[in-house]
């Protein structure tokens, strides 16, 4: 008898999916808008900071919305990257996706206002949620859950968890104070380019996360940097703590800029599969496409604030609506699965997701 041979599917080389990614584009973005309205009338009606005069909830209901929405998307996260839990046995898909969606923008809510209910302060919520995604992002992406591997989602999800919690207490109690959060839209394009994969090559688990982190460091240096150079960043002024001697944003537009870089740079790259950037081996692909998010970054930075007095009330409202696709852009990618759901070729790549075969 002939043994039966099972054809592979092909898989494409640095594939156009245009269709595919304008239906990624249109829900990421659609939602941004849509929550951002209903989030800021939220917030403006009943703060969740101590905000008591209509001065200062017009001020601060922007940081409302910021926290409210990181606090949510840290959780959604933690769930997509444990499998579900704790709707891991709902078997159709999407269901569990809205299920972990709508969950966590309530566990969002408490996890904000629980910041105030422990008399901590605004001054708080920077320190505690670039702590708490940093860690996440450590242990769960650049770490690739090495140290809960095989374990089953709800150990997954508590280990994480208390990992997290316990390593933010520490750090946000200690005169380190925060990990600065300005690593993270090196990391979107370093995740969904693999560029951080292609640098780590060869690597095992922890070593993999460690240098990772160092690179996305250093490049938070060089950017940081370059905006000295371009005066929209004072490295005299003092940060969030005094152990980073690495200054402050100079005035809101770097912020603006930042914010939309975080709904941009992840979004961009991986509901594009990584087209046209792919076209180009790693590691310039991989850089091309950092280059090419902050260049439509500074597009829509400047777009936005046209539109204030307009559209935008002030710079504020602005930067709520710049910021909230974030969250979108990471819900879907990790809880719903957009954007790895084709697998596809990086030039150069033997293998989807992974450049530990290439010299």
Not at 10 to 30: E, Q
Not at 99 to 104: F, G, Q, Y
Request: net charge neutral; hydrophobic share 50%; proline share 6%.
């Amino acid at each position: 008898m002939h043994e039966v041979v099972m054809e592979r599917p092909a898989i494409d080389v640095a594939p156009l999916r245009l269709g595919r990614t304008l239906w990624a584009f249109a829900i990421i973005y659609g939602l941004g808008i849509v929550t951002c309205y209903i989030v800021n009338m939220i917030v403006q009606a009943a703060p969740i900071g101590p905000w008591a005069t209509p001065k200062d909830i017009a001020t601060n209901y922007w940081l409302d919305n910021v926290t409210w929405q990181l606090m949510s998307l840290w959780f959604a996260v933690l769930s997509g990257v444990s499998s579900g839990f704790p709707f891991q046995r709902i078997e159709n898909s999407m269901t569990r996706g809205v299920c972990v969606s709508a969950t966590s923008w309530v566990i969002g809510w408490f996890a904000a206002k629980g910041i105030y209910w422990a008399g901590l302060g605004a001054d708080w919520v920077f320190p505690i949620v670039g702590c708490a995604f940093f860690f996440l992002a450590f242990f769960a992406f650049i770490g690739e859950s090495w140290i809960v591997a095989g374990m089953p989602p709800q150990r997954r999800f508590f280990i994480l968890f208390t990992l997290v919690t316990f390593l933010t207490y520490a750090v946000t109690n200690s005169s380190i104070r925060w990990i600065p959060a300005w690593w993270f839209p090196f990391i979107e394009v370093g995740l969904a380019s693999g560029l951080l994969s292609y640098y780590t090559r060869g690597m095992t688990q922890p070593g993999k996360a460690f240098v990772s982190a160092g690179l996305l460091f250093v490049a938070m240096l060089v950017f940081l940097w370059g905006c000295h150079q371009l005066r929209y960043w004072d490295p005299t002024q003092p940060g969030v703590g005094a152990f980073w001697t690495i200054g402050t944003y100079a005035n809101p537009t770097w912020l603006l800029w930042f914010l939309i870089s975080c709904s941009v740079t992840h979004a961009m790259v991986a509901q594009a599969y990584g087209w046209p950037f792919s076209h180009v081996p790693q590691p310039w692909g991989g850089l091309l496409a950092l280059a090419g998010t902050f260049l439509v970054t500074t597009l829509l930075t400047k777009l936005l604030l046209s539109l204030v007095g307009t559209v935008f009330t002030d710079v504020n409202e602005a930067m709520t609506y710049g910021y909230m696709p974030t969250h979108w852009s990471f819900v879907m990618a990790a809880v719903f699965g957009f954007g790895a759901d084709l697998p596809y070729l990086w030039r150069g790549q033997k293998t989807p997701g992974t450049w530990d075969d290439v010299a």
